[in-house]
């Protein structure tokens, strides 16, 4: 792969299916070697096989894995609680099917979906990140260890192992909130949470490209960490090389939605949106089919409507983070140091003294 003068590395140059080739012989090596230690054991088989496992930074040992219950279900898998090591740990299982039943392209397309999501995350090192420990790329004679003893994983069958995150997606406080929404200052630390996690991001030339709050998980003290990287590109030095509708509707900025060029900027449109759900902790245009949003945020500049009483230096965050523009958009350091001159001090108080203080939803003690 070939840098550009200003570092950016092109995500076209990026070749995954020789990345995947090398996977795939390193864990046909590891696996050929697992079968003549069997037939004859001794010390120089485990060291070559010890010495090829350490080729890969991010591969896990599956005897160290311990797999407990479903935390969620997905299109290709699932995501359980688990042990790695002694470690309290999230494992995403990526299920794609039996084999003979998709085609060598799909499963493919599947796998080069799984070594990105690895390359990209295994090198990320942030507190608004959630940790990465390690993955493994199915193959046979690999087994992991449940509570229920062994069981074997298909060679379909890939997994990504992370911290658990006892707080859940932030999707999902925000809806336990719905009805009492949080404190001014709560919400101003959870975007101060996410900002700097996506200008790390950033600042590591990556673009997220699905930003929104089912992506974002909390620790045991409501820290806010951005997660599901499946998406995630290595941003192209050239607008033109990042095309397609990717992401989630609702979050999906204008030129993203209309099939235009775009950059990192299509996360700082995705992040105005989060910061206008937790503000308000309600979902944006939830009565418009796909095509209804699409239409509307690209040609009649829809936006989810900020509430009259929210502060006008919260408002002014959103306002800019969502322009039709990607240009007059800030950079993600520049939101952080917006979010960190507002002044959470005086707690709620967000209709002036001199108005009508009838909105109740954002009182000045709302909130936990």
């Known amino acids: 792969m070939e840098k550009s003068s200003d570092g950016f590395v ?7 299916k020789s990345l995947d080739e090398q996977l795939e012989k390193h864990l046909s090596r590891a696996w050929t070697m697992e079968k003549n230690k069997k037939k004859q054991p001794d010390s120089d088989s485990t060291t070559a096989e010890a010495a090829t496992r350490q080729r890969q930074e991010w591969e896990i040992d599956p005897s160290k894995l311990i797999i407990k219950g479903v935390l969620a279900r997905g299109t290709f898998g699932t995501v359980h609680r688990g042990v790695y090591d002694g470690q309290d740990v999230a494992v995403k299982l990526l299920d794609w099917g039996e084999e003979g039943h998709r085609t060598d392209a799909e499963i493919a397309s599947l796998r080069a979906a799984f070594t990105q999501e690895v390359a990209v995350w295994h090198k990320l090192d942030h507190p608004n990140v959630t940790k ?49 929404k949080l404190a001014f200052k709560v919400v101003v630390q959870m975007a101060l949470d996410l900002s700097r996690g996506l200008s790390y991001l950033h600042s590591q030339k990556i673009v997220h490209r699905d930003v929104k709050t089912e992506n974002m998980l909390l620790d ?18 050239n607008p033109s090389d990042m095309t397609g509708e990717t992401g989630t509707l609702g979050y999906m900025a204008p030129e993203v939605l209309n099939g235009s060029p775009y950059n990192r900027k299509c996360d700082v449109y995705s992040f105005g949106i989060c910061l206008w759900e937790m503000y308000c902790c309600d979902m944006p245009y939830p009565d418009l089919s796909f095509s209804e949003v699409t239409s509307a945020v690209v040609r009649q500049n829809l936006r989810p409507e900020i509430p009259r009483c929210c502060p006008g230096s919260l408002a002014n965050v959103m306002k800019r983070c969502w322009d039709a523009n990607p240009d007059k958009r800030p950079e993600m350091d520049e939101v952080v140091s917006m979010l960190e001159a507002i002044d959470t001090s005086k707690g709620g108080g967000m209709i002036p003294l001199d108005q009508n203080q009838g909105c109740l939803c954002f009182r000045k003690y709302r909130g936990p």
């Open 220 to 237: 045991k003290t409501r820290t806010v960490k951005i997660a599901d990287f499946g998406v995630a590109r290595v941003e192209a030095s």
């Open 132 to 180: 990465f420990i390690g993955a493994t790329m199915g193959s046979s004679g690999l087994n992991i260890q449940t509570e229920n003893g062994q069981i074997g994983m298909p060679n379909n069958i890939c997994c990504v192992v992370v911290e658990y995150l006892p707080g859940g997606a932030l999707k999902s406080y925000l809806i336990k909130n719905r009805r009492r």
């Open 10 to 16: 092109r995500a076209d140059q990026i070749d995954l």
